[in-house]
């Protein structure tokens, strides 16, 4: 779990302690919150994303029993799963249009028109976010393979040397994958 994650959950349980009137230090009812989540016991520090979502929905319940919201996000369990790849759309199709341009940031329309336009070559419609997961998910892959050519561009000396420094702390060393970790500030494969 990443560092918002962890903070996230402590907040979130000590709400749902609050709420439920349960110590915040009875770890054997944090196991069994963990437990009606996600049917088996996990560590906190070992949840994975989507286990982490499916406990994170059921401490806001906890928390806040009559927010509808709340309730409403625990039915969709790929809710916080479309942000995430949503986000890492975004924020490497913006990675690529930098090293394009060589500038230091685009607007967010630029960004939106590239992706309705690769989107509409894909699909019937340039409505990306309205794709299903599993549509989203190859748009990510196409976008982060789009942004590896560029990178490469940049390495081959197709594109102008300078513009690699639009990826922090990278040169045209830096092996590519290395890069796109960077980008997305993700560690898992994009």
């Known amino acids: ?4 994650q962890i903070w996230l959950y402590w907040s979130l ?3 749902a302690c609050a709420t439920q009137g349960w110590r915040r230090y009875d770890d054997a009812q944090r196991h069994q919150v963990t437990i009606d989540a996600l049917g088996y016991d996990r560590s906190s520090r070992a949840l994975s994303n ?24 625990e039915e969709d369990p790929v809710a916080e799963e479309r942000k995430r790849v949503t986000w890492s759309i ?6 690529n249009l930098c090293a394009r341009r060589g500038v230091p940031g685009v ?7 590239l992706l309705a336009a ?43 040397a300078d513009r690699i420094r639009v990826f922090r702390d990278s040169t045209v060393h830096t092996p590519t994958d290395e890069i796109i970790r960077r980008v997305t500030g993700r560690h898992e494969h994009v």
């Not at 607007?107 to 028109?113: C, G, I, M, Y």
């Open 90 to 95: 975004t924020t490497l199709a913006r990675a």
């Open 50 to 73: 989507q286990e982490f979502d499916r406990v994170k929905r059921r401490l806001q319940v906890l928390a806040t029993p009559d927010n509808f919201d709340a309730l409403m996000d």
């Open 107 to 113: 607007a967010d329309h630029q960004v939106d028109s």
């Open 118 to 160: 690769i989107c509409a070559d894909l699909h019937d419609s340039c409505r990306w976010r309205d794709l299903p997961l599993h549509e989203l998910c190859r748009l990510r892959d196409l976008v982060a393979n789009r942004l590896a050519g560029t990178i490469g561009a940049i390495k081959a000396g197709r594109l102008p």
């Open 1 to 4: 779990m990443t560092k918002r």
């Open 13 to 15: 349980w000590s709400a």
